[in-house]
């Protein structure tokens, strides 16, 4: 009886210790995962192929991107915009930031023309400094 005590005793002290090793394998996969899914989200739903370019310069920190798809659709940090809405979001920017900054990622099969009528809008905004953006070939 005496070594049936001691026996349970032990096990008691052993199942009481949680082990730590599968819970941080599963928190390390998770980390990955989310860490190669994140930029996929960043476009996700706009659907824009961004015109090549041989310099990819990607230094700009703007902290207002602007998108348009295909169907001609505007987005401003991924929340779609009409016209009138993106004139009164960009004047409200201009005038919170010292040296406002826009990137344009516009798809490489929109018109031209519609690229210009834009540019056109954040400039009277009072926003100058406009970067375009492309990707590598």
Not at 30 to 51: R, T
Not at 54 to 79: A, G, H, V, W
Request: charged fraction near 30%; aromatic fraction near 8%.
């Amino acid at each position: 009886m005496d070594f049936y005590q001691k026996y349970l005793r032990d096990e008691e002290s052993f199942s009481n210790r949680i082990n730590m090793i599968p819970f941080m394998d599963i928190i390390l996969v998770l980390l990955i995962v989310f860490m190669i899914a994140a930029p996929a989200l960043n476009q996700s739903g706009m659907n824009i192929e961004l015109p090549k370019s041989k310099n990819d310069d990607r230094r700009d920190t703007s902290p207002m991107i602007l998108y348009l798809n295909r169907e001609e659709e505007i987005f401003l940090n991924q929340k779609k915009i009409n016209l009138l809405e993106l004139s009164k979001a960009l004047k409200i920017f201009s005038l919170k930031k010292t040296d406002p900054k826009l990137t344009i990622n516009a798809d490489r099969k929109i018109s031209h023309g519609k690229v210009i009528e834009i540019i056109d809008i954040v400039r009277e905004q009072g926003i100058k400094k406009i970067y375009v953006g492309t990707q590598k070939r």
